[in-house]
C-alpha cells in the first residue's frame, strides 16, 4: 500500500517569504507528527496530531511555525517570514495509534536563501 | 527529557563483516524504534522493539529496558547496508507520543 508522501520534496524561498509544506499521511492512520532535521543530526520533534486534534505542539521553535490537521488526514505545516536556520529536512511521519510504530515520509528539503 | 547516546558515531566495515550498534538511553520507555536512513534520505522502519529480541534477516535487535540499552546486528554486511542508523526512543507515560533520536551511527560497507 502507499506509504507516507510529502510535497514537495525540495522548496526553495527567499528569507522572509512564507512556506507551506504537505503531508498525505498512509490512509487511517490516527496520529500525525511533524519532525526537524539539521544536517547531520537526527530529526527533533515538532508537534504531534491525534486526529485533527493538536495535542502537543511543545517542539515548535516559535511562533512563526504553525500546522494543522483540519480533517484528520493531510496535515500542513506553514512557516511564515522564513529565516536562514529554517533550513532543513521536514519530515512527517504518520501511526495507526498512538505509542506503535512511526513510518515516516520522504521528508521536505527546504532552503532559505 | 530523554537523552539517547548511540555508539559508534561511525563505522567502516568490509563487505560480509558483522557490526554491533548500541543505543543508550536515560529513562525509563515504551517506545523504541530502529531506522535505517539510506543515502536518499528516506526513514526506513528497523524495528519496533520495546522490548525483548526481534529478527529480521541479516538484521537483528535487543532490547533490555531494565538497563536502559538496546543493540541492532548487522551480520554479512552488504553495500546497500551504507547509511546512517539511528535509534529513537519513547515515554507516553507523560501524554506525548513523540520519538527523540540520537545522532546516529554512519555505517560504511565497502566492497
Known amino acids: 500500500g502507499a506509504g507516507v508522501s510529502q510535497s514537495p520534496r525540495y522548496k526553495v524561498a527567499k528569507r522572509g517569504q512564507d512556506v507551506a509544506l504537505r503531508c498525505d499521511p498512509i490512509s487511517g492512520h490516527v496520529s500525525l507528527f511533524w519532525y526537524q532535521q539539521a544536517l547531520g543530526q537526527g530529526p527533533e520533534f515538532l508537534t504531534y496530531?491525534?486526529?485533527?486534534?493538536?495535542?502537543?505542539k511543545s517542539g515548535l521553535p516559535s511562533d512563526r511555525f504553525f500546522a494543522e490537521r483540519p480533517e484528520g488526514s493531510v496535515s500542513t505545516l506553514k512557516i511564515q517570514r522564513t529565516q536562514q536556520e529554517d533550513s532543513a529536512v521536514y519530515l512527517c511521519?504518520?501511526?495507526?495509534?498512538?505509542?506503535?510504530?512511526?513510518?515516516f515520509g520522504p521528508g521536505t528539503r527546504l532552503t532559505v536563501l | 527529557g530523554i537523552q539517547v547516546e548511540q555508539s559508534p558515531p561511525d563505522l567502516i566495515l568490509q563487505e560480509g563483516a558483522n557490526s554491533t550498534l548500541r543505543c543508550n538511553f536515560s529513562?525509563?520507555?515504551?517506545?523504541l524504534q530502529w531506522f535505517h536512513q539510506n543515502p536518499w534520505g528516506q526513514l526506513i522502519n528497523l524495528f519496533y522493539?520495546?522490548?525483548g529480541t526481534k529478527q529480521n534477516g541479516r538484521l537483528s535487535a535487543t532490547t533490555v529496558a531494565t538497563e536502559r540499552y538496546s543493540l541492532l546486528y548487522i551480520s554479512s554486511s552488504q553495500t546497500t547496508d551504507s547509511g546512517v542508523y539511528f535509534c529513537?526512543?519513547?515515554?507516553?507515560?507523560?501524554?506525548?507520543?513523540?520519538?527523540?533520536f540520537g545522532k546516529g551511527t554512519k555505517l560504511s560497507v565497502i566492497p
Open positions: 496530531f491525534q486526529n485533527e486534534a493538536q495535542l502537543d
Open positions: 511521519a504518520s501511526s495507526p495509534d498512538r505509542g506503535g510504530t512511526q513510518y
Open positions: 529513537a526512543v519513547g515515554d507516553s507515560g507523560a501524554g506525548s507520543y513523540q520519538l527523540t
Open positions: 529513562d525509563s520507555v515504551n517506545n
Open positions: 522493539i520495546p522490548s
